[in-house]
């Protein structure tokens, strides 16, 4: 009986070229506003969703994920990496560093910005910068300075020149060279670093660092790698993670995310009316008809599955439609990157889009469940009519 009922659901959803063309040209409005609504939200989930994560994996790049900090410094810093690196088996890299504020001056211009030092031969076990240099090498750090892509631009020096880097209170102005340019991506971070080795006689602190930054493989897992650091550390430094230090950025995102996603649900709502208003046009134009199925034999309930599994095909061909226009959209958005952002304002220069299984997931059954609510209402319309007063009355 449900191959009968959902026969009958598609006749009654109207041809373009029999006598109920009016019923199709309603079923395709309703259908597009289903499709519409899904690929408005599949993009701008997916555009959230790309935008998190990009700027995740950058900041993850740049940053340690766990940092021991001290208070400012810490002394038997190496003793500490070896006490960690025993104890926590979930530790993969661990690399001391210094960071200090700074005004870097080229012979044009004068910029204020962080000057970190790093370890060339451990740094690439927990930060991305071997692989952010875009001029240089690790190896060539000794002597000189990495300066940041943007810092570099406005400073307006390239590798081989020579510039200023004037530190501490009393303000001691040390002349370098640039041995290296480093773009990650992130506008902030290549507007204002610089790097020098903490072997580096010029600018090195001596025995002492600010901090250890610590990498493990899984990201997640930060919180809990970082209590139990605590607990060998005995709670003498500060022991802090990405997560705490990006907690305001990520969950403003989490946020915008979900709110984005509850405000372009209400367009998938209001299609849903359309397929309401499809489906009461439809009883009424059908009057005769059920009332005949229902002389001959069919129950109330088959009349109601009828009209129920209608809702449900135009709702489905909406939503199919919507996810192949919105997923072909999202690849050539992911392919081409033709609409570009300010990178000084969201630190990536392009718009980033990922949709994820899940996503298409619970799209796939909101959609679903709000059509099939949609079309209870009419359904039971249409089981209630009398069969002798809709033959009568059709």
């Given at each position: 009986?449900?191959?009968?009922?959902f026969?009958l659901?598609r006749?009654?959803?109207?041809?373009?070229r029999?006598?109920?063309?009016?019923?199709?040209?309603?079923?395709?409005?309703?259908?597009?506003?289903?499709?519409?609504?899904?690929?408005?939200l599949?993009?701008?989930?997916?555009v959230m969703?790309?935008?998190?994560g990009?700027?995740?994996?950058?900041?993850?790049?740049a940053?340690?994920?766990?940092?021991?900090?001290g208070?400012?410094?810490?002394?038997?810093?190496?003793q500490?990496?070896?006490d960690?690196?025993?104890?926590?088996?979930?530790v993969?890299?661990?690399s001391?560093?210094?960071?200090?504020?700074?005004?870097?001056?080229?012979s044009?211009y004068?910029?204020?910005g962080?000057?970190?030092?790093?370890?060339?031969?451990?740094?690439?076990?927990?930060?991305n910068?071997?692989?952010?240099?875009?001029?240089?090498?690790?190896?060539?750090?000794?002597?000189?300075?990495?300066?940041?892509?943007?810092?570099?631009?406005?400073?307006?020096?390239?590798?081989?020149?020579?510039?200023?880097?004037?530190?501490?209170?009393?303000a001691?102005?040390?002349r370098?060279?640039?041995?290296g340019i480093?773009e990650?991506?992130?506008?902030?971070?290549?507007?204002?670093?610089?790097f020098?080795s903490?072997?580096d006689?010029?600018?090195?602190?001596g025995?002492?660092?600010?901090?250890?930054?610590?990498?493990?493989?899984n990201?997640?897992?930060?919180e809990?790698?970082?209590?139990?650091?605590?607990?060998?550390v005995?709670?003498?430094?500060?022991v802090?993670?990405w997560?705490?230090k990006?907690?305001?950025?990520?969950?403003a995102?989490?946020?915008?995310?979900?709110?984005m996603?509850?405000?372009?649900?209400?367009?998938?709502?209001?299609?849903?009316?359309?397929?309401?208003?499809?489906?009461?046009i439809?009883v009424?134009?059908k009057?005769?008809?059920i009332?005949?199925?229902?002389?001959?034999?069919?129950?109330?309930?088959?009349?109601?599955?009828?009209?129920?599994?209608?809702?449900?095909?135009l709702g489905?061909k909406?939503l199919?439609?919507?996810?192949?226009?919105?997923?072909?959209?999202a690849y050539?958005?992911?392919?081409?990157?033709?609409?570009?952002?300010p990178?000084?304002?969201y630190?990536?220069?392009?718009?980033?889009?990922?949709?994820?299984?899940?996503?298409?997931?619970?799209?796939?059954i909101s959609?679903?469940?709000?059509?099939?609510?949609?079309?209870?209402?009419?359904?039971?319309?249409?089981?209630?009519l009398?069969?002798?007063?809709a033959?009568?009355?059709?």
């Amino acid at each position: 009986m449900i191959s009968y009922n959902f026969f009958l659901s598609r006749k009654f959803t109207g041809q373009k070229r029999k006598g109920d063309s009016f019923l199709w040209f309603i079923g395709i409005f309703s259908i597009a506003g289903i499709a519409i609504g899904v690929i408005a939200l599949m993009l701008v989930i997916g555009v959230m969703s790309g935008f998190s994560g990009e700027l995740k994996k950058k900041i993850i790049g740049a940053y340690p994920l766990i940092t021991i900090e001290g208070s400012p410094y810490i002394y038997n810093y190496k003793q500490i990496m070896e006490d960690v690196s025993n104890n926590i088996p979930e530790v993969k890299g661990i690399s001391p560093y210094i960071s200090t504020q700074v005004i870097y001056k080229s012979s044009r211009y004068i910029m204020g910005g962080i000057l970190r030092g790093i370890d060339p031969a451990l740094e690439d076990n927990v930060t991305n910068i071997g692989e952010f240099l875009k001029k240089g090498k690790m190896g060539e750090l000794s002597g000189g300075v990495f300066l940041g892509s943007e810092l570099a631009k406005e400073l307006e020096v390239d590798v081989g020149d020579e510039i200023w880097v004037i530190t501490g209170i009393m303000a001691r102005e040390k002349r370098v060279m640039v041995k290296g340019i480093v773009e990650s991506g992130i506008y902030a971070f290549d507007s204002s670093m610089g790097f020098f080795s903490l072997e580096d006689p010029v600018l090195g602190y001596g025995g002492i660092v600010h901090g250890i930054g610590i990498r493990i493989d899984n990201i997640y897992a930060s919180e809990d790698v970082a209590r139990k650091i605590r607990k060998v550390v005995e709670d003498r430094y500060v022991v802090s993670t990405w997560i705490q230090k990006n907690k305001i950025l990520f969950a403003a995102l989490a946020m915008e995310r979900k709110a984005m996603a509850i405000i372009l649900g209400l367009i998938i709502l209001v299609a849903s009316f359309n397929i309401s208003s499809t489906l009461m046009i439809t009883v009424y134009r059908k009057v005769k008809e059920i009332g005949i199925l229902r002389a001959l034999g069919l129950s109330s309930k088959d009349i109601e599955k009828i009209f129920i599994y209608q809702g449900l095909i135009l709702g489905c061909k909406g939503l199919i439609t919507g996810l192949v226009a919105g997923g072909a959209l999202a690849y050539l958005l992911k392919r081409y990157q033709f609409i570009r952002i300010p990178e000084f304002i969201y630190d990536l220069s392009r718009l980033p889009i990922e949709i994820s299984l899940s996503d298409i997931c619970w799209i796939s059954i909101s959609v679903l469940v709000i059509v099939t609510l949609a079309s209870v209402y009419p359904a039971r319309r249409a089981a209630r009519l009398n069969p002798n007063e809709a033959i009568r009355n059709g």
